[in-house]
């Protein structure tokens, strides 16, 4: 059936009118863009492995992902408009590896998406797995973490502290560290001591592959306790494996 010229006039005119509509819509409610992650299947992948001693669990990982198109705006002290790079996060459990004392995860770089997102960094470590063995209500504190960056942007936690070539790999000491704290409420707490700070910053720029070994002293404990009362000349107080009180 050929429609009269009039008609074929009017649907024209109606479906511009619909699509101006649209245009108008999307202007004044604004462009929802599409943040999701969407890895391609032939992604290049960073593969993160933990090799795991018997004391120790692997924390879970936080994983971000950055993006120089979908930008992150906000205000700065007086109102100026101020863009960085959006990122996106997500978690990942590190699984074993058979009956070994391995842990992986295998991460894609190329995130993908409208946004066309990158992996920038990873965060994650070790953690003591029972910290009730030192007693009923013992939690775990702090230590073991590690950052790897693989990027130029810094860390949820800053900058990087060392810089590395290639493939990532960090074996490190570690020994368990318990504390008191009695000022405002008491709490009791199981620490990873080691040199440097709760995390260590690695900037990889071509790593493929992250390793992290921490070596676990178990037998070397040490101890402290905070001030019972705020006073002058009140100091933690260190005990250490060979008895002695610093």
């Given amino acids: 059936m050929v429609k009269p010229i009039s008609s074929l006039k009017v649907e024209t005119g109606f479906t511009r009118l619909l699509s101006f ?31 795991l001693p018997k004391e120790l669990k692997t924390e879970t990982m936080w994983v971000m992902y950055r993006s120089p198109i979908c930008k992150s705006i906000r205000r700065g002290p007086s109102g100026q408009r101020m863009e960085r790079d959006g990122h996106q996060s997500v978690y990942k459990e590190l699984e074993r590896q058979g009956e070994s ?19 920038a960094n990873v965060t994650f470590g070790v953690e003591y797995a029972d910290p009730t063995r030192f007693g009923e209500n013992v939690t775990y504190g702090a230590g073991g973490g590690v950052i790897a960056i693989f990027d130029y942007n810094d860390s949820p936690q800053g900058g990087a502290d ?3 070539d290639g493939d990532l790999t960090i074996k490190k000491d ?13 709490s009791k707490t199981i620490n990873l001591a080691s040199e440097g700070g709760i995390y260590i910053n ?6 493929r592959t992250v390793y992290f070994e921490p070596v ?31």
């Fill in 21 to 51: 509509a649209c245009v108008m819509f999307f202007s004044l409610s604004g462009c929802r863009q599409d943040y999701s992650l969407a890895p391609p299947a032939n992604s290049e992948t960073i593969t993160v492995t933990v090799k």
């Fill in 101 to 119: 004392d391995l842990y992986q995860v295998k991460l894609p770089k190329d995130g993908g998406g409208a946004c066309r997102w990158h992996l």
């Fill in 162 to 164: 060392i810089k590395v």
């Fill in 174 to 186: 570690y020994y368990p560290w318990i504390h008191e704290s009695f000022i405002g409420g008491y």
């Fill in 202 to 207: 690695y900037q990889a720029l071509q790593a």
């Fill in 216 to 246: 676990f002293h178990s037998s070397v404990l040490v101890r402290s306790e905070g001030s019972k009362v705020h006073k002058v000349g009140n100091f933690i107080k260190f005990t250490y494996p060979d008895g002695s009180v610093v």
